[in-house]
């Protein structure tokens, strides 16, 4: 693994702005960066960060398999006790997930490290399934990387199969807060490999969606909602005036209500208890868990809730380093082994790999000159050379 500086393309904005990608820039500063990029080989590719991944994968499902209706397992999750139904009746119907993202700490040499799973409504994926592509193929035309250069990156390809299992035959509503240019970006291309794959469409905001006589969610024009992809946190959707509907209404939501769990960075300890030691796990226990202290003076403390590294905060000889301000934290926390994320000139990488389907599928790199990944870190292309 190798961070390579190169030049840009001169007409990066352009493109980017003809393909739809509204937030490569964010309050006046880069989200998109490609003045460098980052270089596998493929070794490292296939063998450090796909076949972890599926591994990975495969120990949550089972983990769910263990904690779905174990009052234990969710109690220490905070998970309300009003929706465990909905969150069991999702999990052995076979309710189906689109997609996730693993991060990992890895840096070339050790092993990956797991840091999170954004298993309910991650980010970033039009630029990692399309505008990487698109710098990868024109760089190789413009002499910029070598002509041999690939990508670990079948995203794109992988979502349209994945919605043509998924749709069925239904009407499909994104649903999001598409005020947010990100969200809205995300919603937009999902939608594009909707449709691709033969499914009928709406986009609309999450706060559109309403309650009718019927029993039934609705959309504005009084539609009932079949299938809904929600760009908006199980968490968030259990605390609204309609998540006590959740039960009662027929519709089939994506990521399902079962990721709940897998959101929740409680399942960090809760992976560790149940497979201590992995090479690809951190040591982590939860805040009031007598072993955390086995973890020493040095952790990260991370919220059971949180997103874009809110409340997170790198612990070292018992001094808060580096903490990322935000409105988390009130269920509670978990301490995680310190593992410092390589660097790179300066910069701190995190590798997002996902997965479509479960199958891991591509890669995306965030950076930042701050070791916690926060909004505004920028994303930078790979290659495998």
Known sequence: MQRLSCPERDDWRFTADKTGFDFHTID???????????????????????????????MCLELVGAAID????????????AVWPLISESW?????SLYGRLDLSFDGRGPAKLLEYNADTPTSIFEAAVFQWTW??????????PAHADQFNSIHERLIEAWRKLGGGRFLHLAGTTESDEDAGTLSYLEDTAIQAGVATALIDVAEIGWNDGGSFVDAELRPLELVFKLY???WMFDDEFGKRLL???????????????????????LWERFPDHPNLLP???DDDPNAATLGSSFVRKPLYSREGGNVALVSDGVIVVEQ???????????????????????????????????PCGLSIREDENPITGNGSRFLPHAIL
């Open 136 to 145: 990868l193929e024109q760089t190789i035309e413009r002499r910029i990387i």
């Open 28 to 58: 006046s500063e880069r989200y998109w960066d490609e003045r460098a990029y980052y270089a596998f080989s493929l070794q490292e590719i296939e063998r450090q960060i796909e076949q972890p991944t599926a591994e990975i994968e495969a």
């Open 284 to 286: 982590a226990f939860f």
């Open 233 to 235: 946190p199980w968490e």
């Open 92 to 96: 052995h119907n076979d309710h189906a």
């Open 70 to 81: 174990e009052e234990e397992y969710l109690q220490r999750l905070k998970i309300p006790e």
């Open 248 to 270: 009662a209404a027929s519709t089939r939501w994506i990521e399902p209500p079962w990721k709940a769990i897998l959101s929740n960075k409680g399942i960090l300890p809760l």
């Open 325 to 359: 301000e935000g409105p988390y934290g009130a269920e509670g926390f978990i301490r995680q082994a310190l593992a410092p994320l390589p660097n790179f000139s300066g910069q701190y990488p995190v590798v997002g790999s996902w997965l479509v389907d479960h199958a």
